[in-house]
C-alpha cells in the first residue's frame, strides 16, 4: 500500500477555493433588436409616389363603392332619419304659423288691417289659447275706447275726431305688438318644441283617434266568436305615452336635431350627435313595437303616412 501523501504538499503554495461551485443562471442572454422587414417595406411604400397612387386610387374606389351602397340602401329603404317629407313634417319647422294676425301693409309700409286669426287651431306662445287672445283685445279695446260728451252743445267734433284717430293708430300698433309676442315665429326653440309635443298629442293621441280609426283584428277570432272584445279602463286625460304620440314626438325633436347638424360647424357637435343617434334608435323600438302589436292596421298606416317614415326607420341596423 503506497503511503499517503498530504494534499497541502501536492499542491503547493497554491491556494485554491474547495467551496461548491454555484448553480448556472437561467437568465436569457441579452439578444441585439433586429429590424421588421415589415418597417423597412412600409417607409419605402411610403416614399414610393406609385405605391401612393396606387393607394389613393384604392381609397377612391372604395369611397365611391360605399356612395352607390348608400345611395341603393336609401332608395330600397329610405332615410333612416328623416324619412319622406310630408305636409305634417314640413309644418314642424313653422309651428303655429309665422304670425297670429291677418295683417295689411300699405306700400308706405303703415298698418291697414289688423284681425286676429279666427281659426281655433293656430298654437300661440306661453300657453294663451286663441279664444283668450281675441278675448283681451276685445277687452282691451273697450276699456281704452275714448269718452264722448254727453251734451251736443259742449261737443268738440274735431278734437273727437283726432282723439279717436290716434286711438286707432295706437290700438293697431298695441295689437301687432301683442301678436308679435304671441307669435311661436319669435320664439325660442324650447317653445316650438313644446307646441309640437302638444300637436302630436292632438293628431296622434288614442283620445282623439280611437274615434277615427278602426281597432285592430282579435288574433283569433274562433276564440272570441261572435262576442265583442272587453272594454279598457277610460282615460282620464289626453293620451301622452301611446307608441303613436311618442314616436311622432322623437319625429318633431329628430328634425331638428338634424337641421342643426346640417349648419356650418354641425359635424363637429359629437353630444348631438350621440343624442340624433340615441332618438333614432329609440323611434325604431317604438316602431317594432307598434308595427309587432297593430299589424298593419289602420293605426300602423296613419304614423307611417303621416310622418312619412319608410322601411329604413325600423328595419334592420341604422348606423349613423
Not at 184 to 209: D, W
Not at 255 to 261: C, E, H, I, M, S
Not at 279 to 308: A, F, I
Request: glycine letters at 6%; aromatic letters at 4%.
Amino acid at each position: 500500500m503506497p503511503p499517503r501523501i498530504p494534499i497541502q504538499s501536492c499542491l503547493g503554495s497554491s491556494s485554491l477555493c474547495l467551496r461548491p461551485a454555484s448553480r448556472s443562471s437561467r437568465a436569457p442572454l441579452p439578444i441585439m433588436a433586429t429590424a421588421n422587414v415589415a418597417t423597412f417595406a412600409q417607409r419605402k411604400a411610403h416614399k414610393d409616389p406609385y405605391a401612393l397612387a396606387q393607394s389613393a386610387q384604392r381609397k377612391a374606389v372604395n369611397s365611391a363603392r360605399q356612395k352607390v351602397l348608400k345611395a341603393q340602401r336609401e332608395e330600397a329603404l329610405g332615410d333612416p332619419v328623416r324619412g319622406i317629407t310630408t305636409p305634417f313634417v314640413e309644418s314642424f319647422d313653422d309651428v303655429g304659423g309665422s304670425t297670429v294676425l291677418d295683417v295689411k301693409t300699405a306700400a308706405d309700409g303703415t298698418v291697414e288691417g289688423y284681425e286676429p286669426k279666427t281659426t281655433d287651431d293656430v298654437i300661440l306662445n306661453h300657453f294663451v289659447t286663441p279664444q283668450e287672445f281675441r278675448k283681451s283685445l276685445q277687452h282691451s279695446h273697450e276699456l281704452t275706447e275714448p269718452t264722448r260728451h254727453k251734451f251736443v252743445q259742449t261737443q268738440d267734433l274735431e278734437a273727437e275726431r283726432s282723439e279717436q284717430i290716434k286711438y286707432d293708430e295706437g290700438h293697431k300698433r298695441a295689437t301687432v305688438a301683442l301678436g308679435r309676442i304671441m307669435s311661436l315665429a319669435n320664439s325660442s326653440q324650447e317653445e316650438k318644441t313644446r307646441a309640437n309635443i302638444q300637436r302630436c298629442i292632438e293628431t296622434f293621441g288614442r283620445h282623439k283617434t280611437d274615434s277615427t280609426l278602426r281597432p285592430r283584428a282579435p288574433v283569433n277570432p274562433d276564440i272570441l266568436g261572435n262576442k265583442p272584445l272587453p272594454q279598457k279602463t277610460p282615460r282620464a286625460g289626453p293620451d301622452t305615452g301611446s307608441s303613436e304620440v311618442q314616436i311622432a314626438i322623437l319625429t318633431a325633436k329628430i328634425r331638428v336635431l338634424a337641421d342643426q347638424l346640417a349648419m356650418k360647424g354641425g359635424s363637429k357637435d359629437k353630444v348631438n350627435k350621440r343624442n340624433l343617434r340615441v332618438m333614432v334608435h329609440k323611434r325604431q323600438k317604438h316602431l317594432q313595437y307598434l308595427r309587432r302589436k297593430e299589424r298593419g292596421s289602420d293605426r300602423w298606416q296613419n304614423v307611417t303616412d303621416t310622418l312619412g317614415l319608410t322601411e329604413g326607420s325600423w328595419k334592420g341596423e341604422i348606423s349613423l
